[in-house]
């Protein structure tokens, strides 16, 4: 069994200054792509899943860990966007081995409050927390659905909340936003390193779709150990399946062909992810 804890995937991250690439687990191709890639290259990889509109995830976490019994590379499968305690503790209960509480809309004590509960609860069952403080707003398109403006993370709140609370992970807003941009976002590098000198859990970040290669390497030398990647990435995915069916041939094929595709696709994108987030390999012994 590979499956690991939050702290485990993202063990070194921080002191070799290397991210761990978070992708959401949306179907069964999908996930073997992902699984796929970081099998090829030997380094460790974070599945998400969450309540988003898509898989029925009841049915879909028990293949995946059983998936996970067949992986000899690190995972951690890690519920992404927890919206109360509840949903946490089903995920847990689900077999998750890491959730994210997002109180980041609450006022601050509120924040706090929801993600001490759901740490010790978590704890409890040796399973790690990511917490959020500041928000990280959503473009259109994005998984969230709806569209919201970013409150950027303040370095002092960052270091009490993670003080008080004792979440294994942070997710900071730093001017990243969920979804596609309209425009190049501006990234805040002075307010990250403010962060990582008063914050030593490793920090995380979301809405990774559209920056560039030069923004990741400068996010993680500024200390981001965890970065969620999707939507970018499996509409790439799609686009390129879209144009494999001008291909007649592949058109009137069995309808199986489109998953193989897919998670081919998938293969290759979170192989590049993996390199931009320049992931160190495990160990092997
Ligand atoms: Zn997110």
Same mark, same amino acid.
């Given at each position: 069994?590979?499956?690991?804890?939050?702290?485990?995937?993202?063990?070194?991250? @921080?002191?070799?200054?290397?991210?761990?690439?978070?992708?959401?687990?949306?179907?069964?191709?999908?996930?073997?792509?992902?699984?796929?890639?970081?099998?090829?290259? @030997?380094?460790?990889?974070?599945?998400?899943?969450?309540?988003?509109?898509?898989?029925?995830? #009841?049915?879909?976490?028990?293949?995946?860990?059983? @998936?996970?019994?067949?992986?000899?590379?690190?995972?951690?499968?890690?519920?992404?966007?927890?919206?109360?305690?509840?949903?946490?503790?089903?995920?847990?209960?689900?077999?998750?081995?890491?959730?994210?509480?997002?109180?980041?809309?609450?006022?601050?004590?509120?924040?706090?409050?929801?993600?001490?509960?759901?740490?010790?609860?978590?704890?409890?069952?040796?399973?790690?927390?990511?917490?959020?403080?500041?928000?990280?707003? #959503?473009?259109?398109? %994005?998984?969230?659905?709806?569209?919201?403006?970013?409150?950027?993370?303040?370095?002092?709140?960052?270091?009490?909340?993670?003080?008080?609370?004792?979440?294994?992970? +942070?997710?900071?807003?730093?001017?990243?936003?969920?979804?596609?941009?309209?425009?190049?976002?501006?990234?805040?590098?002075?307010?990250?390193?403010?962060?990582?000198?008063?914050?030593?859990?490793? +920090?995380?970040?979301?809405?990774?779709?559209?920056?560039?290669?030069?923004?990741?390497? %400068?996010?993680?030398?500024?200390?981001?150990?965890?970065?969620?990647?999707?939507?970018?990435?499996?509409?790439?995915?799609?686009?390129?399946?879209?144009?494999?069916? @001008?291909?007649?041939?592949?058109?009137? #094929?069995? %309808?199986?062909?489109?998953?193989?595709?897919?998670?081919?696709?998938?293969?290759?994108?979170?192989?590049?992810?993996?390199?931009?987030?320049?992931?160190?390999?495990?160990?092997?012994?």
């Amino acid at each position: 069994m590979t499956l690991v804890s939050l702290r485990e995937v993202l063990r070194g991250t @921080r002191q070799q200054r290397f991210a761990v690439g978070a992708f959401n687990a949306m179907d069964h191709a999908f996930a073997e792509g992902i699984l796929q890639a970081a099998e090829e290259m @030997r380094t460790p990889v974070i599945l998400a899943g969450g309540d988003f509109p898509g898989p029925d995830y #009841s049915r879909f976490i028990p293949y995946l860990l059983d @998936r996970l019994e067949r992986s000899d590379v690190p995972v951690c499968l890690h519920f992404d966007h927890g919206s109360s305690f509840e949903a946490c503790a089903r995920a847990i209960r689900s077999g998750y081995s890491s959730v994210m509480i997002d109180g980041s809309l609450l006022p601050f004590e509120d924040n706090i409050a929801i993600t001490k509960r759901v740490v010790d609860m978590a704890h409890a069952h040796g399973v790690d927390v990511e917490g959020e403080l500041g928000c990280i707003g #959503s473009n259109a398109g %994005s998984m969230e659905e709806e569209e919201t403006g970013s409150v950027y993370t303040d370095p002092e709140s960052a270091r009490v909340f993670v003080r008080e609370t004792g979440v294994d992970a +942070l997710a900071v807003a730093i001017g990243t936003s969920h979804g596609l941009y309209r425009q190049a976002p501006d990234l805040d590098f002075e307010r990250l390193e403010a962060i990582r000198q008063r914050v030593d859990v490793p +920090l995380v970040m979301h809405g990774s779709s559209g920056l560039s290669e030069r923004d990741f390497s %400068s996010a993680i030398d500024g200390g981001i150990c965890k970065i969620n990647a999707f939507t970018a990435l499996t509409m790439k995915v799609t686009r390129q399946i879209a144009e494999d069916l @001008r291909d007649t041939e592949l058109a009137l #094929s069995m %309808s199986h062909m489109i998953s193989l595709k897919m998670t081919e696709y998938a293969k290759r994108e979170v192989m590049r992810h993996i390199r931009m987030f320049r992931t160190l390999p495990i160990e092997e012994d």
